[in-house]
Every structure is written in structure tokens, then in C-alpha cells.
């Protein structure tokens, strides 16, 4: 594990901007895996900006994203196929038909999981995108997820509903209580993952990654078991790894 500790929330977004620019570039068909929430969105912004500056080309790029709220349609703003256009896909030339989301809506969720889990397993992700939460989830995979789980109904711990709950309460909605995830195994499968984080609320979390035993008590200790894993994240992340 290669971790790498910024000063701040742009550096770190502009430092994973430039690894999943690499994969983009250097590849014939690029595969992404990508992840939504705060930490990715300022990469998401420098890629945007990169294509409209040096037209860096998507229409090869195939993507797979971890995870998608159960119940939510995709027209609603905080679904996580929603994120990814509002932040990513309306702004480059990736097909749509090369942009998957896991499916929140199917009415068999287990069914759904199994086909994207199939999908998947027909392709090699080059690059694996995450965030971590404040109990260590990667994806939704909350602690305790096992690890050769594959793509799951996660039923979210109170932690996560209530760290989810901003976006949800000032539009007067519950906040979704399960996910639909890629599960360990699903995201141990890919070449290369980078991780990122930012902010003081993520210190510990990312203090156990690095340090703690390897265990889903924490799921991104498991992180450590990959060959090719980079950790990027700002001082305040990294503050309790010196
Ligand atoms: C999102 C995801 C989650 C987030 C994590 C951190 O697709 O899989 O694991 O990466 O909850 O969220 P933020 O970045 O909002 O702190």
C-alpha cells in the first residue's frame, strides 16, 4: 500500500485526477471502476477539465460503479447514477451504453446483484476507484462484510444512514436505509485501486487502514492484501499516520 499524504483536498483530487488520467490515456479500452461521494468529486472535476482542455478522449472508457441506493430512481438527484452524470459523464464523450450503475430498482435485488456481479466478472476493472467511511467501509461494505462477497444488498449501519443523511433531510426524505454494492471480493479483483480521502473525519479510519490487523472489523484493512493499491489523501486524513 502506497500512501501518499497532501496538503489539501485539491492536491489530493488533482494527484488522483492524474492516475485515473493515466488509465484513461494508456489503455485501449480503459475500465473504470468509480466511486461517488465527496472525496471523488474534485477528481471528477479535474478530469472534466482536462477533457476540455486537452480533449483527452472517453469514448472507449467503460465504467462500473460500486454502489447505487436501493429504492431511489434514477432521476432522483441523490442517486448515485445521477452523481456520476452530474459530476463526470455529462461532461465527457463516454457512451452511455459503456456507463453501469448497479440497478437500486430491480424488482428481485438479488437477482440484479448476481447479473452485475456476472458483468463484472466478463472484464478486468484497470483501475478501481474508493473512498473509505468513518467505520472503514469501502463501497457499502460495512464491517463485518465477508470477505469473498461479491455484489450485495447492504442493509447500512446507523453510522452511514445518519453521515448520508445531509443531502436527504433538506429535501425532506428519508434517507435510504440499504445499498446495493460491489462487495470485497468483487473490488480485490481489480488491477490497480486507489483510495482517497480527505478531512479530519476520516483520520482514524485512515490510521486502522494502515494499521490496524487485517479484518472486516475494518473492510479497507483488507486493502492491504492487494498488489497494487495507492492511498491518497490530505494532512488532515493522514494526521494520525505520522
Ligand atoms: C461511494 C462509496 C462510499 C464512499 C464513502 C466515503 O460510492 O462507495 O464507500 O466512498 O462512504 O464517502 P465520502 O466521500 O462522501 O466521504
Known sequence: MNVIITKDYDEMSKKAAEVLLDVVKNNETPVLGLATGSSPIGAYQEMVKDHQENGTDYSKVVSYNLDEYVGLP????????????QHLFNHV????ENVHVPNG?????DQGCKEYE???KKVTIDLQLLGIGGNGHIGFNEP???VDSETHVVDLTEKTIADNSRFFIPLGEETP??????GLASIMRSKKILLIASGANKADAVYRMVNDPISVDCPATILRNHPDVTVIVDAEAGAKLA
Request: no cysteine.
Open 118 to 120: 456476472d458483468m463484472l
Open 177 to 182: 436505509t440499504q445499498a446495493v454494492s460491489m
Open 93 to 96: 464523450n463516454i457512451k452511455e
Open 144 to 146: 463485518g462484510t465477508p
Open 105 to 109: 430498482l430491480a424488482e428481485d435485488l
Open 74 to 85: 434514477i432521476s432522483h438527484k441523490e442517486s448515485y447514477y445521477a452523481f456520476m452524470h
